[in-house]
């Protein structure tokens, strides 16, 4: 986003200015908003209190779309403490699991908290720039770190680029990764499996991959894809694009708004055979852009 310039073209072409917000909380309380939409995580709390023993506040608490709890820091700018400081109130969530989940279950329900995923709680820091000494600090951290630049244009438009994204996850959560990549299916649905795995994985730099019981996702900042255990034939992947401008193909592409399913996203792909997943990789790529 640093190289990126915005221009307004509705009267001529004019230049709209990226600029940091005037103080920490205004970052803060629009994305508390709109957390869903922007970072794919459920909003649980704001300034949480650790308790007088630990003696601090986590800026905002959430829960993402896989069940992962999620804790975000904000900075106005750069701040060389933002990832300390997050991996310090990291530390206390881990500790504070039965805590953390009873919040889950007052704000989001029963339901929530018993699904809640402890194997790769998520620190999102997000501030108006990192320096390359932190991008180098998160891939040395054994835990799940996203750093997030923003920018505001105007008065109406907020950026959000991802300048890095590490997901580490427990010896348990790895081994079951590897078990669900082969054995136990035939020979051609196993190749296809891969097949798709290799493919949204080689989308680009920081994509997370996470395994749930019933779906597999993979992830930038929010779930681009999920990939349901194989059935018999067919292999189906759960996209982010938008099914209305995407020209279905019946046994390939359908729409699911609305309609229930494992996983995240509103077209479901079919896959068969190696070349559907050849087919599929424009549908992948716009996915992945979207996230």
Request: aromatic letters at 6%; glycine letters at 8%; hydrophobic letters at 40%.
């Amino acid at each position: 986003m640093s190289g990126l310039k915005l221009f307004n073209t509705k009267s001529g072409v004019t230049e709209v200015t990226p600029r940091l917000a005037d103080v920490e909380a205004d970052v803060q309380s629009l994305v508390e908003a709109h957390m869903e939409t922007l970072l794919g995580v459920r909003f649980l709390a704001s300034e949480y209190s650790t308790g007088p023993v630990h003696g601090g506040r986590i800026d905002s608490l959430g829960l993402d779309e896989n069940g992962s709890p999620v804790i975000v820091e904000y900075k106005r700018g750069v701040d060389a403490g933002v990832i300390n400081q997050g991996l310090f109130y990291l530390s206390w969530l881990v500790d504070h699991r039965r805590e953390f989940e009873h919040l889950v279950r007052d704000r989001l329900g029963v339901t929530a908290a018993a699904q809640v995923l402890w194997s790769g709680p998520r620190l999102i820091c997000i501030a108006g720039d990192f320096t390359r000494y932190d991008v180098h600090a998160v891939r040395e951290h054994r835990r799940s770190i996203d750093l997030v630049r923003y920018r505001l244009f105007g008065s109406e438009l907020l950026g959000l680029e991802t300048v890095a994204s590490v997901s580490v996850r427990t010896p348990t959560a790895r081994r079951a990764q590897r078990q669900t990549l082969v054995g136990g299916r035939s020979e051609p649905m196993d190749e296809l499996v891969r097949a798709v795995d290799e493919a949204l994985l080689g989308l680009g730099n920081g994509v997370n991959r996470i395994q749930r019981k019933q779906y597999r996702a993979y992830q930038r900042l929010r779930n681009f894809a999920c990939v349901c255990p194989p059935q018999r034939s067919k292999l189906l992947v759960y996209l982010k694009a938008d099914p209305k401008a995407v020209d279905l193909i019946p046994g390939f592409t359908r729409n699911v708004t609305g309609l229930g399913h494992h996983g995240t996203g509103d077209l479901e792909v079919q896959l068969r055979t190696p070349r559907d997943v050849e087919r599929a990789e424009d549908l992948f790529r716009a996915s992945y852009a979207a996230a």
